[in-house]
Structure formats: structure tokens, C-alpha cells
């Protein structure tokens, strides 16, 4: 059901039993899945590909033009997947000539005040809470969890199954399974908690705690303990998650422990 006080541009692509309420803007160019909502007074600009099942609160701007003063522009995309909810005032910026998109992925939660910056790659199953700031460029692999009012700086990574504590300043990488917290961001142990919920063995879960403990509770240099590793523990595809995601950093990683 579209409203007869919202505007949806002809051309826009609306599946069915699409609801939009009123004072909306969708423009040309979109394409809404689904038994999708889109709520009061939101704007979703040219180029969102919006999935099926989605929720999206008011306030909300989708494909907002990029805060880049290298965006000419030039045609781009945000690619949102399904079942997603996007809360109150949330902003997502579309791609510049960089990757030409902005991607949050499936069963994402993002709550009221955050904002996607342009060129993000947001996984699945990610929830950012209240008022998170992600600059250009960022990295979020699936499940991870970031705390309200964290600020993320451009090109960082974030690892699957991670969870940065709120408050956060972000400015390294912070990799797979890991607990991330204090100033400056550093180690606070693996995400035991949340790996247990989703279905990782206490085996598994230790194995990940002992990769971690040679990079981050032993005096060597991350290249040294990348090293050690691969000699003394067993390959998984958990270890070699953590590896690669080592060894693929451009920022560097964030501390270890600090008491």
C-alpha cells in the first residue's frame, strides 16, 4: 500500500505488498523488494537496491549522495539485503568511483542515528547500535556486534564474529572472534559468549583463545607469533581466518592486552 501523501517516483521498482506511509520521497532509479515497510518521512534517493522483508524507520535517508569531495557524480549503488532493519535517522551514503557501491548485507540491524559512509561492505547478520559513525571505505564481516556511539575510521576492518565495546574509537582493525575495548582499542579476550550462541564448540572456542594469546599475551612482534602459530597449532578454518585477516590488515591491528 503507497500512500497518497508520500511520492514514489514512476519509475521506481516496488515488489509486492510493498508498504510506504506517508511524507515519503522514494526517487527514480530504486528498486524496493518485497513485503518490504518503508516508513514516514524517509527519502531513498537513486540507485537503492533494497532487499525483501525490510524494515525502514522514520527519518531514515538510503543513497544519500557521498560526503566525498572525489564523488563527481558518477552513477552508484547501495545494495541492502533482506530482512534488514534500518532505524530511526539512519543515513547510508551510495559508492563513489572507488567500488561504485555501499553494501549492507541480510538480517542486519542498524539502530536509530547511525550512519554508512560511501564504499562500506557491511555483512551479515551485523548489528550497529545507537548513533555508530563509519567513515568511507570500512570493512564489517558477518555477525559482527559494534557498541553505540563508536566511531570507526575509514579503512578500518572489523573481523566476523567480533564485538567492539560502546564508545569505541576505531582506528585500527580489530580481527575475527575478538572482544574489543578501552582506550586506545585493544584486546579484552575472545567473544566466548557470542560464539557459544552461535553454535562453536568449547573446542573450537579454546583453539581461537590460543591462537590469540600468542599474538596478543606474548612479547613477540605480530609477524614472529604469525610464525609460531602456523608451527605449533593444528590448522582450522578458524585459525587460518585469523591469520589471513593478520596479513591482510593495511591499518594494522589493534593492541593487545593492556592493564
Not at 564523488?71 to 547510508?92: A, L, Y
Not at 582499542?185 to 590469540?212: D, K, M, P, T
Request: proline fraction near 4%.
Amino acid at each position: 500500500m503507497i500512500s497518497p501523501m508520500s511520492h514514489v517516483d514512476p519509475s521506481a521498482q516496488l515488489g509486492e505488498n510493498v508498504r510506504v506511509d506517508p511524507f515519503t520521497m522514494i526517487h527514480e532509479n530504486v528498486v524496493i523488494g518485497d513485503n518490504t515497510w518503508v516508513g514516514p518521512n524517509v527519502t531513498i534517493f537513486p540507485g537503492a537496491r533494497i532487499g525483501k522483508n525490510c524494515k525502514i524507520f522514520p527519518g531514515a535517508v538510503v543513497a544519500g549522495i557521498p560526503q566525498d569531495l572525489k564523488f563527481q557524480g558518477e552513477e552508484s549503488t547501495v545494495i541492502i539485503g533482506d530482512n534488514t532493519t534500518i532505524r530511526e535517522c539512519v543515513t547510508i551514503s551510495r559508492g563513489t568511483v572507488d567500488k561504485q557501491t555501499t553494501v549492507i548485507g541480510s538480517d542486519c540491524l542498524l539502530m536509530a542515528y547511525v550512519h554508512v559512509a560511501h564504499d562500506c561492505v557491511i555483512g551479515s547478520h551485523v548489528i550497529i547500535a545507537n548513533s555508530v559513525q563509519i567513515a568511507g571505505h570500512v570493512s564489517i564481516d558477518d555477525w559482527a556486534i559494534v557498541g553505540g556511539s563508536s566511531a570507526i575510521h575509514q579503512f578500518v576492518k572489523i573481523g566476523m564474529h567480533s564485538m567492539v565495546s560502546g564508545g569505541s574509537l576505531v582506528r585500527k582493525d580489530v580481527p575475527p572472534f575478538t572482544k574489543a575495548a578501552r582506550e586506545p582499542l585493544s584486546y579484552a579476550g575472545v567473544n566466548s559468549l557470542g560464539l557459544r550462541r552461535r553454535g562453536f564448540s568449547s573446542e573450537s572456542i579454546a583453539h581461537i583463545q590460543e591462537v590469540y594469546r600468542y599474538l596478543f599475551l606474548n612479547s613477540m612482534n605480530n609477524s614472529r607469533a604469525l610464525e609460531e602459530i602456523e608451527i605449533n597449532l593444528p590448522a582450522t578454518k578458524e585459525r587460518d581466518e585469523i591469520l589471513n585477516f593478520i596479513r591482510s590488515s593495511e591499518r594494522g591491528v589493534m593492541k593487545g592486552y593492556i592493564n
